[in-house]
Protein backbone atom coordinates (compact mmCIF):
# COMPACT_ATOMS: atom_id res chain seq x y z
CA UNK A 1 0.00 0.00 0.00
CA UNK A 2 2.99 1.97 0.96
CA UNK A 3 4.73 1.77 -2.30
CA UNK A 4 1.46 2.17 -4.80
CA UNK A 5 0.71 5.87 -2.52
CA UNK A 6 4.78 6.74 -3.23
CA UNK A 7 3.72 5.48 -6.73
CA UNK A 8 0.91 7.50 -7.55
CA UNK A 9 2.18 10.98 -5.56
CA UNK A 10 5.52 10.67 -8.24
CA UNK A 11 3.98 9.86 -11.17
CA UNK A 12 0.93 12.41 -10.43
CA UNK A 13 3.56 15.37 -9.45
CA UNK A 14 4.14 16.25 -12.90
CA UNK A 15 6.30 19.61 -13.48
CA UNK A 16 2.92 20.38 -15.19
CA UNK A 17 0.53 19.97 -12.28
CA UNK A 18 2.72 21.30 -9.87
CA UNK A 19 3.44 24.55 -11.80
CA UNK A 20 -0.07 24.80 -12.25
CA UNK A 21 -1.11 24.78 -8.15
CA UNK A 22 1.42 27.83 -8.05
CA UNK A 23 -0.76 29.70 -9.77
CA UNK A 24 -2.49 31.34 -7.32
CA UNK A 25 0.32 31.82 -5.16
CA UNK A 26 2.11 33.83 -8.39
CA UNK A 27 -1.52 35.68 -8.90
CA UNK A 28 -1.26 37.16 -4.85
CA UNK A 29 2.33 37.88 -5.05
CA UNK A 30 1.32 39.83 -8.22
CA UNK A 31 -1.74 41.45 -6.48
CA UNK A 32 0.54 42.33 -3.89
CA UNK A 33 2.91 44.02 -6.19
CA UNK A 34 1.09 45.51 -8.16
CA UNK A 35 -1.48 47.41 -5.43
CA UNK A 36 -2.04 45.73 -2.75
CA UNK A 37 0.81 47.87 -0.87
CA UNK A 38 -1.80 50.69 -0.84
CA UNK A 39 -5.00 48.50 0.75
CA UNK A 40 -5.95 45.76 2.52
CA UNK A 41 -7.23 42.41 1.54
CA UNK A 42 -10.63 42.77 0.45
CA UNK A 43 -13.11 39.76 0.22
CA UNK A 44 -13.49 41.05 -3.32
CA UNK A 45 -10.10 40.62 -4.12
CA UNK A 46 -10.10 36.90 -2.44
CA UNK A 47 -13.32 35.64 -3.69
CA UNK A 48 -12.06 36.86 -7.52
CA UNK A 49 -8.64 35.34 -7.05
CA UNK A 50 -10.18 31.65 -6.04
CA UNK A 51 -13.48 31.30 -7.85
CA UNK A 52 -11.95 32.80 -11.32
CA UNK A 53 -8.38 30.70 -10.75
CA UNK A 54 -8.82 27.78 -8.55
CA UNK A 55 -11.56 25.93 -11.76
CA UNK A 56 -8.31 26.64 -13.86
CA UNK A 57 -5.47 25.60 -12.04
CA UNK A 58 -6.86 22.54 -10.62
CA UNK A 59 -8.30 21.63 -14.04
CA UNK A 60 -4.28 21.87 -15.70
CA UNK A 61 -3.10 20.12 -12.83
CA UNK A 62 -5.24 17.17 -13.54
CA UNK A 63 -5.14 17.25 -17.23
CA UNK A 64 -3.10 14.13 -17.46
CA UNK A 65 -3.56 12.02 -14.55
CA UNK A 66 -5.62 9.74 -16.71
CA UNK A 67 -2.57 10.11 -19.31
CA UNK A 68 -0.11 9.19 -17.85
CA UNK A 69 0.34 5.24 -18.35
CA UNK A 70 -0.07 6.05 -21.72
CA UNK A 71 2.23 8.86 -22.31
CA UNK A 72 5.09 7.16 -20.37
CA UNK A 73 4.09 3.95 -22.68
CA UNK A 74 3.27 1.05 -20.30
CA UNK A 75 -0.51 1.17 -19.82
CA UNK A 76 -0.86 -1.95 -21.56
CA UNK A 77 1.19 -3.38 -18.85
CA UNK A 78 -0.90 -1.01 -16.61
CA UNK A 79 -3.66 -2.87 -18.01
CA UNK A 80 -2.37 -6.66 -17.23
CA UNK A 81 -2.41 -5.80 -13.20
CA UNK A 82 -4.25 -8.43 -11.18
CA UNK A 83 -5.93 -5.63 -9.78
CA UNK A 84 -9.98 -4.39 -9.75
CA UNK A 85 -10.94 -2.17 -13.05
CA UNK A 86 -11.84 0.62 -10.71
CA UNK A 87 -9.25 0.93 -8.91
CA UNK A 88 -6.76 3.34 -11.13
CA UNK A 89 -9.97 5.97 -11.72
CA UNK A 90 -10.58 5.83 -8.37
CA UNK A 91 -6.69 6.22 -7.00
CA UNK A 92 -6.92 9.52 -9.43
CA UNK A 93 -9.57 11.25 -8.66
CA UNK A 94 -8.19 11.06 -5.29
CA UNK A 95 -5.14 12.61 -6.58
CA UNK A 96 -6.68 15.10 -8.50
CA UNK A 97 -8.50 15.72 -5.34
CA UNK A 98 -4.97 16.27 -3.23
CA UNK A 99 -3.72 18.64 -6.45
CA UNK A 100 -7.20 20.76 -5.77
CA UNK A 101 -6.10 21.03 -1.74
CA UNK A 102 -2.51 21.38 -2.29
CA UNK A 103 -3.30 24.44 -5.02
CA UNK A 104 -5.87 26.07 -2.99
CA UNK A 105 -3.96 25.70 0.21
CA UNK A 106 -0.69 27.22 -1.14
CA UNK A 107 -3.37 30.22 -2.95
CA UNK A 108 -4.61 30.67 0.75
CA UNK A 109 -1.54 30.48 3.14
CA UNK A 110 0.28 33.19 0.08
CA UNK A 111 -2.28 35.68 0.64
CA UNK A 112 -1.93 35.28 4.18
CA UNK A 113 1.76 35.74 4.09
CA UNK A 114 1.45 38.34 1.53
CA UNK A 115 -1.51 40.23 2.57
CA UNK A 116 -1.74 39.34 6.15
CA UNK A 117 -4.38 37.52 8.01
CA UNK A 118 -7.90 39.38 6.61
CA UNK A 119 -10.57 40.86 8.74
CA UNK A 120 -13.15 38.34 6.83
CA UNK A 121 -13.92 35.12 7.31
CA UNK A 122 -12.31 33.50 3.75
CA UNK A 123 -13.63 30.25 4.53
CA UNK A 124 -17.28 30.94 2.61
CA UNK A 125 -15.07 32.63 -0.33
CA UNK A 126 -13.35 29.63 -1.21
CA UNK A 127 -15.91 27.44 -0.33
CA UNK A 128 -18.24 29.13 -3.72
CA UNK A 129 -14.86 27.95 -5.65
CA UNK A 130 -15.59 24.25 -4.82
CA UNK A 131 -18.17 22.94 -7.31
CA UNK A 132 -16.60 25.11 -10.53
CA UNK A 133 -13.30 23.67 -9.89
CA UNK A 134 -14.72 19.58 -8.98
CA UNK A 135 -17.12 20.08 -12.49
CA UNK A 136 -13.80 21.85 -14.54
CA UNK A 137 -11.61 18.99 -13.16
CA UNK A 138 -14.48 16.13 -13.63
CA UNK A 139 -13.87 17.78 -17.72
CA UNK A 140 -10.27 17.48 -17.98
CA UNK A 141 -9.71 14.60 -16.75
CA UNK A 142 -12.38 12.87 -19.01
CA UNK A 143 -11.39 14.68 -22.04
CA UNK A 144 -7.68 13.51 -21.22
CA UNK A 145 -9.05 9.97 -20.79
CA UNK A 146 -10.77 10.12 -23.85
CA UNK A 147 -8.29 11.69 -25.88
CA UNK A 148 -5.38 10.14 -24.26
CA UNK A 149 -3.45 13.66 -24.32
CA UNK A 150 -2.72 16.27 -21.83
CA UNK A 151 -2.46 18.62 -24.89
CA UNK A 152 -6.26 18.45 -25.71
CA UNK A 153 -7.24 18.30 -22.09
CA UNK A 154 -5.69 21.23 -21.38
CA UNK A 155 -6.70 23.55 -23.79
CA UNK A 156 -10.30 22.62 -23.58
CA UNK A 157 -9.67 23.43 -20.34
CA UNK A 158 -8.70 27.18 -21.12
CA UNK A 159 -10.84 27.34 -23.35
CA UNK A 160 -13.54 26.82 -21.57
CA UNK A 161 -12.46 28.93 -18.96
CA UNK A 162 -12.03 32.00 -21.84
CA UNK A 163 -15.42 31.45 -22.96
CA UNK A 164 -16.97 31.49 -20.04
CA UNK A 165 -15.12 34.67 -18.89
CA UNK A 166 -15.72 36.27 -21.75
CA UNK A 167 -19.18 34.95 -22.43
CA UNK A 168 -20.45 35.56 -18.45
CA UNK A 169 -22.92 32.49 -18.70
CA UNK A 170 -24.54 33.52 -21.53
CA UNK A 171 -23.97 30.26 -23.48
CA UNK A 172 -23.60 27.95 -20.43
CA UNK A 173 -26.43 28.77 -18.41
CA UNK A 174 -26.93 27.66 -15.21
CA UNK A 175 -23.69 26.03 -15.16
CA UNK A 176 -21.70 29.03 -15.59
CA UNK A 177 -18.55 28.75 -13.69
CA UNK A 178 -18.32 31.88 -12.09
CA UNK A 179 -21.99 32.51 -10.81
CA UNK A 180 -20.70 33.89 -7.64
CA UNK A 181 -18.93 37.07 -9.14
CA UNK A 182 -21.72 37.49 -12.27
CA UNK A 183 -24.90 36.06 -11.15
CA UNK A 184 -27.71 35.44 -13.79
CA UNK A 185 -31.39 36.63 -13.34
CA UNK A 186 -33.01 33.33 -13.88
CA UNK A 187 -30.79 31.08 -11.96
CA UNK A 188 -30.10 30.39 -8.22
CA UNK A 189 -26.81 30.16 -6.63
CA UNK A 190 -27.69 27.08 -4.54
CA UNK A 191 -28.96 25.50 -8.25
CA UNK A 192 -25.78 26.70 -10.05
CA UNK A 193 -23.82 25.06 -7.09
CA UNK A 194 -25.41 22.05 -6.87
CA UNK A 195 -25.69 21.46 -10.95
CA UNK A 196 -22.08 21.94 -11.04
CA UNK A 197 -20.80 19.88 -8.70
CA UNK A 198 -23.58 17.21 -10.05
CA UNK A 199 -21.86 17.02 -13.46
CA UNK A 200 -18.42 17.18 -12.21
CA UNK A 201 -19.01 14.28 -10.41
CA UNK A 202 -20.97 12.73 -13.33
CA UNK A 203 -18.18 13.61 -15.58
CA UNK A 204 -15.70 11.40 -12.52
CA UNK A 205 -18.22 8.48 -12.88
CA UNK A 206 -18.43 8.43 -17.28
CA UNK A 207 -13.91 8.52 -16.64
CA UNK A 208 -14.07 5.67 -14.18
CA UNK A 209 -16.61 3.43 -16.55
CA UNK A 210 -15.26 4.32 -19.46
CA UNK A 211 -11.86 2.52 -18.19
CA UNK A 212 -13.85 -0.21 -16.69
CA UNK A 213 -15.08 -1.11 -20.10
CA UNK A 214 -11.74 -0.18 -21.56
CA UNK A 215 -10.08 -2.59 -20.00
CA UNK A 216 -13.22 -5.14 -20.10
CA UNK A 217 -12.68 -4.96 -23.54
CA UNK A 218 -8.86 -5.47 -24.11
CA UNK A 219 -9.49 -8.20 -21.32
CA UNK A 220 -11.89 -10.26 -23.89
CA UNK A 221 -9.90 -9.41 -27.13
CA UNK A 222 -7.11 -10.78 -25.64
CA UNK A 223 -9.00 -14.14 -23.82
Known amino acids: MKSLLSYEIIISGHWSALLSCLG ?13 RYEELS ?41 SRFRLPL ?3 LMALA ?8 GILTFFVLWGIPTFNPVPLVILA ?7 TGVSMLINHLSR ?12 WFIELQTRGKLSGVL ?20 LLVAGVGAFTLNLFWYNWKVKLGMSEHG
Open 24 to 36: IPAYALMTRLLWG
Open 130 to 136: ISPTIFL
Open 43 to 83: PGIFLESFVILLPLFSGLATARLMSIEGENRFEELRLSYPE
Open 99 to 106: LITLAMML
Open 176 to 195: FLFYPLWPTTDTSAVINQML
Open 149 to 160: SYWAAAASVMMW
Open 91 to 93: IRV
